[in-house]
């Protein structure tokens, strides 16, 4: 109840008590009551103009990185005997010192200033009011409202510097990169001898072949080299994500997704990121580091979700991806998913699976049990077999170990290109 | 500023803060008028419950924020309730006065354990404990000045003056009801 109507209601009742009665000490009662009343009247805040501004050092941080939030209060109405500001976290962050309230008495004109570091795991958060009381000394009159003091931080997933995917797709874009492109052109790889045309320069000329036929020059020609369409798909349906009190296998596919994205576009690729999940969340495609940041700001926003449509892979849309490009699906896999990844490859798409292992991420957390024994053995059996028809199908998979670095199994698995994956001309 | 930190840490161990020993004196003193006052007429039970509740109030939990006010409903019914039985005024509007002293530093004690930082912790607390002092005494002299001066009335008059008291506290109220507003 609020103080004012509560002592109210005493002075009421005893005024009324004494009027009925007759008994004026009943009335003399009331008296330090309506005293104590008037002094909350008397002195509570009138013209009320607060200001508030919120400077966050860092917007942009990795995990684990604390960021400082001030908060700056002005005061542009008249004197406030006692002001208690409150700041509302957004969910997730996790305060590391300083307050996030505070209690004080500012004068007509003054300032505070609110200071505090918070820490987050990744994700965008948002802050958006701030809660101020303002009222007399003794907390009689009270005028609360919420302002507004925008703010936000992005908590970048962690990433892992790839020194280079090995990916092969059938076309290429007319940008250079590091993907041979089948053309000849300017390049480092050989790619065959052709008759010489005028201009060819002299170091080109291949000597020994032109030396066998009698008026007649070769040069070399070698293999141009382009950037490519890459799709990344990131997997994030609900019962694709193992959720543990030790953490979520969902934050290692962010971080292998994140670590693509960026050794992609270092290597002058156009990447696209659809996130698939809850919704559809498409970053169209693009080059270089704003690319990059877009992708970024899309992986922190994404978050394991259900919905019914997509709870199958069926429903990916492939016609946002260009013809022929490379697709790179980060996902736990499931049976269901099979036919899906066999049908975009039969489609002509390069299709790479980086596949975060569920089973030994489980294993992991719950340690070796005799009981489980049989269960991990099925599991990882079926994931075997799982894999196995997904590479018979043309699909270059890399079943990743999250107890490992993702670099190092990059390294070991996906630095080359596989000569079963060496794409047939059309 | 370091100063103000280690005040702040101070604030939170309840048993070293200068405020709670004032708070537990408050209540002492709000029901040791009215314990007395009921002993002086013989009323054991209420005098025995009374003593309870001063005992009682302060050892609630702090997130029973409905305590105070109880306290103070109870106190106050307590000493009109002494006035009903022909007990000196005096006392009860001194038991009234604590009564309201003690419910205000616990409404206080409250406010700056939540609050996360409290600037001039020191400052702040005197200013609140001097106002309090302030008007506790102001009221305490009017009242005993109302208690002492008899003025006879008509019975007009004094039925005009108190339909005027009404609804002056009525308009007062709704003022003060409109003015404590949530933005």
Same mark, same amino acid.
């Given at each position: ?112 200033? &609110? ?8 994700? %965008? ?117 193992? /959720? ?14 994140? +670590?693509?994205?960026? $050794? ?44 019914? *449509? ?26 269901? /998913?099979?036919? *899906?990844?066999? =049908? ?16 030994? %991420? ?16 099925? !599991?990882?059996?079926?994931?075997? *077999? ?6 018979? $199908? ?33 | ?20 020993? &004032? ?62 039985? !022909?007990?000196?005024?005096?006392? +009860? &509007? ?31 607390? =005197? ?48 003022? &003060? ?7």
């Amino acid at each position: 109840m609020r103080p004012s109507l509560l002592l109210s209601l005493l002075i009421y009742l005893l005024v009324l008590g004494g009027l009925a009665t007759v008994n004026g000490a009943l009335l003399v009662l009331a008296v330090p009551l309506v005293l104590y009343l008037g002094a909350g009247l008397l002195f509570g805040p009138g013209d009320v103009h607060l200001e508030l501004e919120r400077s966050i050092d860092v917007e942009r941080v990795t995990q684990g990185k604390p960021v400082e939030v001030r908060l700056r209060v002005t005061n542009r109405g008249g004197h406030i005997e006692q002001l208690w500001l409150q700041d509302k976290l957004p969910l997730g962050l996790e305060r590391l010192d300083g307050e996030t309230s505070l209690l004080a008495e500012l004068p007509a004109g003054a300032h505070l200033e &609110l200071r505090y570091r918070v820490q987050g795991g990744r994700g %965008f958060y948002r802050f958006v009011n701030v809660q101020s009381t303002l009222s007399d000394r003794l907390g009689i009159m009270r005028w609360s409202q919420e302002l507004p003091a925008p703010g936000r931080i992005f908590v970048l997933p962690e990433m892992t510097r790839l020194k280079h995917v090995a990916i092969r797709p059938l076309q290429t874009v007319g940008y250079s990169g590091i993907i041979p492109a089948r053309q000849g052109g300017a390049g480092v790889e050989f790619l065959g001898v052709r008759a010489y045309q005028a201009g060819d320069p002299l170091r080109r000329i291949n000597w020994l072949a032109s030396a066998r036929h009698r008026q007649a020059l070769f040069s070399n020609e070698f293999e141009q080299e382009r950037g490519a369409n890459v799709g990344l798909i990131l997997d994030a349906r609900i019962r694709s994500d193992i /959720d543990t009190s030790q953490g979520s296998i969902f934050e290692h596919a962010v971080t292998a997704t994140a +670590s693509l994205a960026q $050794a992609l576009l270092n290597d002058g690729n156009r990447v696209g990121l659809l996130v698939y999940g809850g919704y559809l969340a498409w970053t169209y495609p693009g080059f270089g580091k704003i690319q990059r940041e877009r992708i970024l700001r899309a992986l922190v926003r994404a978050s394991p979700g259900a919905s019914q *449509v997509f709870d199958k892979l069926e429903k990916l849309p492939t016609r946002i991806f260009p013809a022929h490009s490379q697709l790179i699906l980060v996902s736990t896999l499931h049976h269901d /998913d099979l036919p *899906v990844l066999i =049908r975009l490859r039969a489609r002509g798409y390069q299709v790479m699976v980086v596949s975060p292992d569920p089973v030994a %991420f489980e294993v992991q957390i719950l340690g070796s049990r005799p009981a489980a024994e049989l269960g991990i053995r099925l !599991a990882r059996l079926e994931r075997e *077999v799982l894999i196995k028809r997904l590479q018979r $199908a043309g699909v270059q998979v890399l079943s990743w170990d999250v107890s490992q670095p993702f670099d190092q199994a990059m390294r070991l698995a996906l630095s080359r290109i596989p000569p079963w994956v060496r794409p047939i001309h059309i | 500023m370091n100063g103000n930190k280690q005040f702040n840490a101070q604030l939170r161990s309840q048993a070293t803060t200068p405020i709670w020993s &004032l708070r537990w004196l408050s209540v002492i003193l709000a029901a040791a008028p009215l314990v007395a006052l009921y002993f002086w007429i013989a009323r054991w039970e209420i005098a025995l419950a009374l003593g309870l509740i001063a005992v009682l109030w302060p050892l609630t939990p702090a997130r029973w924020e409905w305590t105070g006010s109880a306290g103070l409903v109870f106190l106050v019914l307590a000493a009109a309730g002494g006035i009903g039985l !022909a007990a000196p005024p005096l006392w +009860s &509007l001194v038991g009234l006065a604590a009564a309201l002293s003690g419910w205000d530093l616990e409404r206080f004690t409250r406010q700056l354990l939540s609050a996360g930082q409290v600037l001039e912790p020191q400052r702040h607390i =005197r200013r609140h404990v001097l106002r309090l002092a302030a008007l506790v005494v102001l009221g305490l002299g009017l009242g005993w000045a109302a208690l002492n001066f008899r003025v006879d009335l008509e019975f007009g008059v004094a039925l005009a003056l108190s339909v005027l008291a009404v609804l002056g506290l009525a308009q007062g109220i709704r003022h &003060l009801m409109q003015t404590t507003r949530h933005g």
